[in-house]
Each structure stands twice: as C-alpha cells, then as structure tokens.
C-alpha cells in the first residue's frame, strides 16, 4: 500500500499541492486494534457524557473554521461561502445529536419486557470528497453517541481537510476513538474483513458499493449504503414557475451540482412544460462559471459528465444552453439545460454529477410519477405544486426516500435519509439513523 498517494488538486487550477503516503498493512493493523480498545471504553460510558464530547467537538469545528473552510474550497473547488456553511452545518449535526441520543437511546418498555439499546463497536465509514467534513461527521456524530469507535477511509482528494477533522477529534475525544485510515482499496477492504469492524457506513458510487457492501454481508456485518441520487424534481401545471425554476437552477449549481441530493431529472407538465422550460434556462444562464459556478472537484468527472452529455445529445435530447466543458485552466463545466430527456439515454437513467439540468416532458400526474420511478438511484424528490393534498397523493407513489414539497430536494436532522434500488439501504440522521449504530436486546 505505500507506493500510492492521497493527492490534493486544486480543482480551480489543476495544480497539485499535497500528498499522503497509503499506509503499510501493519500500520492499519496498528489502528484497528487501537479503536477495539477504545471502543470498549467508550460503549460503557454514559450516553450523558458521550453528548458532552460531542459538544465539545462542535465547539471545536466552530473554532477551526477559518482553517476548515479554506481547505474545504481549496481541495474541491467550493466558495468559501459555500464551505463555512458546511462547517457550520456539522457542527450543528453534532449538537443535534448531543441532546436528542441519551432520550432517543433511552431502554423502551412495552407489555413483554423492554430493548435495551447496545453499541456494536467500531464502526467503518468510507466518506465522499463533495462534502468532506459534512459527510465525515454526519456518520461520526452519531456512531459516537451511539457509544462506538469510528474509522474513517477519507476520499482520495480531499486527504488535508480531512486530516484537520481527525486532529480535531484527537484534540476533545479519547485516544483511538476517531481515526482516518490513509488506506488504498486493499486496504479499505482489508479494514472490513477485520474481526475488529463491526460494521460498514458508506457514501459513494454504485460500484463502490456493490463492492463493499458484497464483502460487509460475505463477512455477516450490516452495512448503510449510500450510493447516488438521480431525483426527480416535479412541476406540475399549477406550480409557481418562476420559483421552480429558480429553486430547480439552484439545485443543479450549488457544489457545482456535486450533491446526492440534489435534483438532476426535471419532469414537468406538458401545460407549463415551454414557460418552466423558458425561465429555466433564464435562471441557470445566471451560474456563470468562476463566479456563481464553481468547478467539478477533478478533472475525470468533468471528463465523465462531458460523455454523458454527448451520448444524450446524440440519442436525441437537445442543448438550450451550455454543454461544453470550458477550456482553459481548472474542472470548469458550465450550467446545462438538456431539452427532451427520455429513458434510454445518460441524461435520464444516470445520475449527472454536475451542473446539467434535463427536462423530461409529462402528459398527465400519473405519467409524471412512472417517468420519476424509472430511475434506479433515487434518495430525495419534489414535488411543485399549488395543491399540497395533490402533492402529497404522489409523494405517497414515488420510491424516493424524501420528498420534498415546493423546495428543492434536502435533508432534515430530524427524518431519517435512506434511498431506494440501486441508490444504497439503510438509514442515517434522525432517530432511525442513530438506532442504525445500535443492537436491540430484549430483556424480559
């Protein structure tokens, strides 16, 4: 393993600018055996004073900021903006957590006995590169206060921000408790096939999953997978057009498009289906790149959107805008609007990672709804409309794991976040998120 490096790039230029070396598999052995004992020290602490810690790292991201942000938009190209809300956001997750886990793990009592709610040791976490501190703390939060260890395998481009999150956590939390793994694929897999890895948490690609998630159940462990949203974003015929569009040019652009939530196929009615279409293209001409616009985080998944783009363009779907990655330097790609999507080519059954809208004309709310279910990756949709009740008769069809009503497709703290199909299993946030970190035992 230590012949290859984790590499930092920054996506604006192209320029290289930090490298870690992969560990040796006897340095990974080294972390595992130091997470089993901290793990056994920690799931017998009271869930009071895990809350305590966790606290105090959310104390912790606020105070490193300044050096978080910076490394967050340098690493994948965010604003800087766009990077302190991410922070702040983490640290808010960890609060979140902090005072709902003693109640939400609280034993529960019925008529028979009760279940008593136990830690399952130490938890594995593979972490994406579009919302590096986010996406490592959301599983981190709460496994800890679940009473676990966490190993993190970080992505491969964002090794120095992530390597700020794992000094943090050394500074408020116990020896072991949290640690990166600075590990290549053998190693991740190594990691997993570890009697001392009691359990697998990934967000990633289907094939990354497919892959993980084969060797978590060969090895009889629970996995939460994680694994790409190609959501579906529906206007029907008495929507606020201008606001959908807004929300719908916003959702293709924030994180350059780079979000497992966001919207990616836009299925509209055909009675509003020219003036949505129309103020659409209004409203992304306004992400211009460099400013509003910020690159895709590495030069393969422009490469990527570019082909996937010039595959639907040449199975019939049309460019109204954008469509060609700029030249010069840096991962720029600009906002996209694909006309006359349909099933059978990239811009309706793959997911875009990046900021290309396609729009996929519907005839009645039914057609809506089966065009909205025929992608396999969907986590989050929404659903414009005037007519909540309306709405909400439709939400109750589609196979997405959130629906959002007139705003475009999030997560809550409060609600669980899973997916469906080919987007993973498993629940994180809320309190079926925490309880996934957690072993049910009856007691009667």
């Known amino acids: 393993m230590t012949e290859h490096h984790f590499v930092s790039c920054d996506p604006r230029t192209g320029e ?17 055996a130091l997470a089993t004992a901290a793990s056994q020290r920690w799931m017998h602490t009271d869930a009071t004073q895990r809350s305590e810690r966790l606290l ?6 606020e105070r490193a900021l300044p050096s978080l942000a910076p490394s967050i938009s340098r690493e994948m ?21 902090a005072q709902q886990a003693p109640g939400w793990l609280a034993d529960e009592h019925n008529d028979t006995g009760q279940i008593l709610r136990r830690p399952l040791g130490v938890v594995l976490a593979v972490t994406p590169w579009n919302y590096p501190v986010w996406q490592m703390l959301r599983p981190l ?71 993980l998630g084969a060797l978590a159940g060969h090895h009889l462990k629970p996995a939460v997978l994680e694994l790409g949203g190609n959501n579906a974003f529906i206007v029907l015929d008495d929507a606020d057009i201008d606001t959908a569009a807004g929300a719908a040019a916003e959702s293709r652009c924030v994180n350059a498009g780079q979000a497992c939530t966001a919207a990616k196929r836009f299925i509209v009615h055909q ?62 790609y600009p906002a996209t609007v694909l006309a006359d999507a349909r099933p059978g080519m990239p811009a309706f059954d793959e997911e875009l990672f990046g900021p290309v809208a396609a729009i996929t004309v519907a005839e009645s ?19 414009w409309s005037a007519d909540r009740h309306r709405a909400q008769y439709l939400a109750r069809q589609l196979k997405a794991g959130t629906v959002c009503f007139n705003r475009r ?16 299993y498993g629940s994180t946030l809320g309190r079926d998120g925490l309880l996934t970190f957690t072993r049910p035992v009856g007691w009667m």
């Open 16 to 32: 290289i600018f930090g490298e870690r070396p992969h560990w040796s598999m006897g340095r990974l052995q080294d972390a595992l």
């Open 77 to 97: 190209g965010k604003g800087l903006l766009a990077a302190e809300d991410e922070v702040v956001r983490a640290a808010k997750w960890c609060r979140f957590m």
């Open 365 to 383: 709310d039914a057609a809506a709804v089966q065009l909205a279910n025929a992608a396999r990756q969907q986590l989050a949709a929404s659903i």
């Open 409 to 424: 497709p999030s997560s809550r703290f409060e609600l669980p976040f899973t997916g469906s199909d080919a987007s993973g």
């Open 271 to 332: 009675a509003v289906a020219a003036a949505f279409t129309s103020a659409l293209v209004e409203a992304m001409a306004s992400y211009r790149c460099g400013v509003a616009l910020p690159p895709l985080a590495r030069a393969d998944l422009r490469h990527k959107l570019g082909l996937q783009v010039d595959a639907s363009l040449a199975a019939g779907a049309r460019c109204l805008s954008g469509g060609q990655a700029v030249n010069g330097r840096g991962y720029y």
């Open 141 to 211: 939060a709460a496994a800890l206060a679940a009473g676990n260890a966490v190993l993190i395998k970080p992505a491969c481009n964002v090794a120095q921000t992530s390597a700020l999150v794992e000094a943090l956590c050394r500074d408020v939390l116990p020896v072991g408790l949290m640690q990166c793994l600075w590990v290549d694929e053998l190693g991740t897999h190594a990691a997993l096939a570890s009697l001392d890895v009691a359990m697998l948490v990934c967000t990633g690609s289907e094939n990354t999953g497919r892959q």
């Open 56 to 61: 105090a790292l959310a104390e912790a991201l």
